[in-house]
């Protein structure tokens, strides 16, 4: 194995100087993107009649919408109103982390093919991502982005909607815990041993009555090359079964998303990847959504299912746009042939993304909305597990929208949460999937 190192002192003082500044900060919208396109201002409205404007500040497949390329097509009635960038600071305590730890942060080259990552324990592996593999090092940013150690989503909703316009929907409740790399003043120590957990997340629905106790967990390790674990929890059994690895790509309880799409539109093994850095950009994205407030359609656009201008302004997002495949002794039998994503340059999350069939063509389009949540002691962030997520399947003319939460219902982040969420035998091991109807 070649080890290599990751960066160097100087430019992650630097970085952290530039973030640690950014605090409460609002950036007018109104530069333009490379290319010489005209700018955008706070006010503007983008719609059907003017969105050529301003498609230098689109992802390739929201420009597809707006054309009507694709068999799902942006409502006649579309609105994107665009207010000021707003930057969140990221957690004290996460960049804290950053700077005692990044520069020993190593990349580790696989005899595989892939790549891996060592000495990491908390905060920004890579701080100032560059060549060689910078878009692998942009990937692990995305991956180890700050997250509470405690996320409670008390009522949220999956809609599906198939090619005559009918949908169906159901409810769900989600827990999500960090177990490992935690840097939340409050979080448990971090497990030690090489079968550390890193992170799990809990889905358990609660409407339709039918499918009502029906559960998912998944499990992801701190060792990156260890495979994540997943479970379902059936009811007409009583008991919980494990998930085969060659099902990761099927669609999950009937929605265009599959358990390669968790984790926020992203959950994949980090070691089995290739990653190709392909720019950096200005797009607009709905940050600090609002999630809807009435039970679905009633604030979408549709038939899209597009947000509304309630779900609040979007901005002009900084992002990195990165290509993802599977390496070469991994890519048989997997589901995409590539997945492009455009993460959030300052808290590394996905705005947007296109995922590709393995001829090449495109295949579905998702979008996601974080929330901003203020986190006990550590301030507003957009990374706290919560958004809205829209899925077009442009092959099938199928879509999946799921909003976390909805319809005003509450949420819990770390000590908020009431004391039975923290029962971690209950909701972060197989064992606990089996105590559901007991």
């Known amino acids: 194995m070649k080890v290599t190192k990751a960066m160097n002192l100087l430019s992650l003082l630097v970085m952290l100087g530039l973030l640690s500044s950014a605090v409460g900060v609002s950036i007018a919208a109104g530069e333009a993107p490379?290319?010489?396109?005209?700018?955008?201002?706070?006010?503007?409205?983008?719609?059907?009649?003017?969105?050529?404007?301003?498609?230098?500040?689109m992802p390739e497949s929201m420009i597809g919408l707006f054309s009507g390329k694709y068999s799902w097509k942006m409502p006649a009635d579309v609105r994107i109103e665009i207010g000021p960038t707003i930057i969140h600071p990221l957690p004290k305590n996460y960049l804290a982390a950053t700077e005692k730890y990044a520069q020993q942060v190593q990349l580790v080259e696989l005899p595989t093919g892939g790549l891996s990552l060592a000495n990491y324990h908390g905060g920004i592996p890579f701080p100032n991502p560059a060549e060689p593999h910078m878009g692998w090092k942009t990937l692990a940013n995305l991956w180890y982005r700050y997250i509470p150690h405690l996320v409670v989503d008390t009522y949220g909703s999956g809609c599906s909607i198939d090619g005559n316009g009918s949908y169906s929907c159901q409810a769900y409740v989600g827990v999500k815990r960090q177990l490992a790399y935690n840097t939340d003043a409050d979080a448990p120590p971090e497990p030690a041993g090489p079968g550390a957990r890193y992170f799990t997340e809990w889905f358990m629905t609660v409407q339709p009555?039918?499918?009502?106790?029906?559960?998912?967990?998944?499990?992801?390790?701190?060792?990156?090359?260890?495979?994540?674990?997943?479970?379902?929890?059936?009811?007409?059994?009583?008991?919980?079964?494990?998930?085969?690895?060659?099902?990761?790509?099927s669609q999950s309880a009937g929605m265009d998303v599959n358990f390669e799409d968790f984790h926020n539109g992203f959950d994949s093994n980090l070691t089995e990847l290739d990653v190709q850095y392909r720019a950096q950009r200005k797009i607009i994205g709905l940050v600090d959504a609002n999630p809807p407030s009435a039970p679905f359609p009633a604030d979408v656009a549709m038939p899209l299912g597009f947000p509304t201008p309630k779900w609040g302004s979007w901005q002009v997002r900084d992002v990195d746009v990165i290509s993802i495949?599977?390496?070469?002794?991994?890519?048989?039998?997997?589901?995409?042939?590539?997945?492009?994503?455009y993460a959030d340059r300052q808290f590394s999350?996905?705005?947007?993304?296109?995922?590709?069939?393995?001829?090449?063509?495109l295949w579905k389009i998702f979008g996601i909305f974080p929330l901003k949540v203020d986190v006990p002691g550590v301030g507003p962030v957009n990374t706290a597990a919560l958004d809205v997520e829209s899925y077009w399947d442009i092959q099938n003319h199928h879509a999946s929208f799921a909003s976390e939460p909805t319809m005003g219902r509450p949420y819990y982040i770390n000590e908020q949460a009431p004391k039975e969420y923290n029962d971690d035998a209950r909701y972060t091991t197989a064992a606990g999937l089996n105590l559901i109807m007991r």
Not at 47 to 52: C, D, F, G, L
């Open 209 to 249: 009555e039918q499918d009502k106790y029906t559960a998912y967990l998944t499990v992801n390790y701190a060792d990156p090359a260890r495979p994540e674990e997943a479970y379902v929890f059936l009811p007409s059994l009583r008991r919980s079964q494990s998930i085969s690895t060659s099902a990761r790509c």
């Open 325 to 341: 495949k599977k390496i070469p002794a991994k890519a048989r039998g997997y589901c995409y042939g590539e997945r492009v994503i």
């Open 349 to 361: 999350y996905p705005l947007w993304g296109e995922l590709y069939d393995k001829s090449g063509q």
């Open 34 to 57: 490379a290319g010489g396109a005209l700018p955008i201002s706070p006010g503007t409205s983008i719609t059907m009649s003017n969105w050529q404007q301003y498609e230098d500040f």
